[in-house]
Every structure is written in C-alpha cells, then in structure tokens.
C-alpha cells in the first residue's frame, strides 16, 4: 500500500460529473484510493446526495448544465 493509499483509504468521496466516459476512468482510478466513490451524473444529482449524505471529499466538474460544480460550492459554502 502506497503512502497515498494510506491516507484515503478511510475516505468517503462524492464525484460528480456529466461526461460518462469521464465518470469511468475516474471512478476505476478513485475506488483503489479511496474506502467509497459515490458517483453523480448531474449537479442537481449531486445536491441531492449531499443533502442525504456525509462526505469526507467532493470532487466536481465545473462546467455542466442545470447546476454547475461552482454552484455545488456555493452551496457547500452556505
């Protein structure tokens, strides 16, 4: 185990983005570090399990239609 790998293994992340492609090859890369990927298709998606769920780290695209990732942020700062 890497010395990364050590220090995300306890983590809980939600990723959010819209570019399918995008979503696989992150999530392959992000469930050998972290202990749960939860994935978002959409910013709206994403709200919604933020509002459900307790995250240790977000990770978002910025650019994507209905609600962006900047908007996430904004409503993670409130």
Do not use: C, W
Request: without cysteine.
């Amino acid at each position: 185990m890497t010395d990364l790998q050590k220090l995300t293994k306890d983590l809980t992340v939600l990723y959010v983005e819209d570019d399918e492609e995008v979503i696989k090859k992150m999530v392959e890369m992000f469930e050998r570090l972290f202990k749960k990927v939860v994935r978002a298709s959409n910013g709206k998606e994403g709200l919604e399990y933020i509002k459900n769920n307790n995250f240790d780290l977000i990770i978002t695209d910025i650019n994507m239609p209905t609600v962006s990732g900047l908007e996430i942020i904004k409503h993670l700062k409130n």
